[in-house]
């Protein structure tokens, strides 16, 4: 693929996430906290390198820390909370194939020509 072509489909997808983020910006704090309480992701300190690996490091055990409570909250959330969260995690899924489907018919047009 071109550069052009490729700055094309970035400046596509660009569009796909802030339409993304924009209906997520509905949902509430606590809602979000359930959602990643359900879906934990976790930064490995351990193999933070570099120029500001201290203050890296100490943002990543923030983050961490903040996992394991939304955890707890995701695990005791209310039912309309957890529909909630659900509904936020269909909008990310649509999100991520809209992307996918972009890329996907680019590569296949390629292919095709």
Partial sequence: ??????????????????????????YHKSVAEVYYGSHPLSINVEQIEGDNQEKLRAIAEKFNEYQEQTKSKAEYAPADKVKQANEMEALVKEGNEQIKKLYDDAIKSQKNT
């Fill in 1 to 26: 693929m071109d550069k052009a072509l490729l700055d094309e489909l970035y400046n596509k997808a660009q569009e796909i996430a802030k339409e993304t983020a924009d209906k997520l910006m509905q």
